[in-house]
């Protein structure tokens, strides 16, 4: 199936440890993105990656750390988890210039932070 | 500051019924306005995208309207099916020289009874 995808589902831990969230798109697209989705439902970008180079950083702390190893890749790596960190993130994928650089987003990844 | 708002947060429709969902935009510069579908659990799904030159789009049974010159937009819901309960969310895209940042709306949860 062609689409975004990303592991995995939901992932449950406590304060202060390190966990990654991997997205993989097989669109042949060449920006991906990370999105956090709040309790209230806003989705708020906090990445973007064009062609494996960061493009989009948005006042994210640093205990965030995007990986681009290839175009069809963007993983999440949180250190030092905090309990403000629960949220539903969200990756998406797009290429400039089709159909007005429209986004296909991955199924979500639900982190409860304990 | 940029901003987009919808309205009602929330709806209650019974099935075959229509309904209209409203979004407000302060986002400039402005490149085009979408509306997504996210049901429970999963990301959302883009459906209708629309240039500040166009007035309406329709997929399906959903159509969207555009006024950029009073920057609001709406979409209609006929006909609802059981199916059509989930978020609907109003984004707005800035142009590419401002890196097409998109601009989420709270979003309308809609729900369908039988």
């Known amino acids: 199936d062609t689409a975004v995808s990303q592991t995995p589902k939901y992932l449950v831990t406590q304060m202060g440890n390190d966990k990654s969230i991997k997205c993989e798109q097989n669109?042949?697209?060449?920006?991906m993105y990370w999105y956090k989705q709040d309790s209230k439902k806003f989705l708020k970008i906090m990445f973007s990656?064009?062609?494996?180079?960061?493009?989009i950083n948005e006042t994210v702390p640093n205990r965030f750390s995007p990986k681009s190893p290839d175009k069809a890749h963007l993983n999440l790596h949180i250190n030092s988890l905090e309990l403000g960190d629960s949220a539903v993130y969200f990756c998406?994928?797009?290429?400039?210039?089709?159909?007005?650089?429209?986004?296909?987003f991955g199924p979500g990844t639900r982190l409860t932070v304990l | 500051k940029n901003q987009v708002e919808q309205s009602p947060q929330s709806l209650i429709i019974l099935e075959g019924k229509n309904c209209t969902l409203q979004?407000?935009?302060?986002?400039?510069?402005?490149?085009?306005l979408r509306w997504y579908k996210q049901d429970t659990g999963r990301g959302p799904v883009s459906l209708t995208i629309?240039?500040?030159?166009?007035n309406t789009k329709s997929n399906g049974r959903y159509t969207a309207t555009l006024d950029a010159d009073t920057k609001q937009s709406s979409l209609h819901i006929t006909a609802s099916q059981l199916s059509d309960s989930a978020s609907y969310i109003c984004?707005?895209?800035?142009?590419?020289?401002?890196?097409?940042?998109?601009?989420f709306g709270g979003g309308t949860r809609v729900l369908v009874k039988p």
């Open positions: 984004v707005v895209s800035a142009p590419k020289a401002a890196g097409n940042k998109l601009t």
């Open positions: 990656y064009n062609n494996k180079e960061l493009i």
């Open positions: 979004c407000n935009y302060t986002v400039s510069p402005f490149s085009n």
């Open positions: 669109l042949g697209h060449d920006t």
């Open positions: 629309m240039t500040f030159s166009e």
């Open positions: 998406a994928s797009s290429r400039p210039g089709l159909a007005l650089n429209e986004q296909f």
